[in-house]
């Protein structure tokens, strides 16, 4: 695969961001901060600003940013460390989380903001 073939997006025919620029983007969605990011499997996932304690947000839905720009699930860590959270699991134009008092408060601030 060639740089000019990784510049656009197979579904939606844009440019593709590039995951080691600062600043964010807004989601199309709903309107909310983010930035994406390139995960280890190579699909691109909009994470939410900020980190966040790893005992709040459960295994699955936690993700650290390497510093070249990828996207890792951590899965199981230390209940001290932190994490980010991918903003597709706190969009209020998607159905409200279930699986965590957290991700559902930050899905209704979202939603308060829209």
Known sequence: MTVDSLRVSDRTDRP???PRT?????CQACGGPASWHRTVRGRWMLVEP?????????AGKRWRVAGDGTAVNL???VPSDTCRISHFDVCPAR???ADSSV?????????DAS
């Open 75 to 77: 899965g199981p860590s």
């Open 22 to 26: 600062t600043g964010g983007t807004t």
């Open 95 to 97: 159905p409200a989380p």
């Open 103 to 111: 991700l559902l408060a930050l899905w209704r601030r979202h939603a």
């Open 16 to 18: 593709v961001p590039n």
């Open 50 to 58: 900020g980190d966040w304690p790893t005992h709040h947000i459960p």
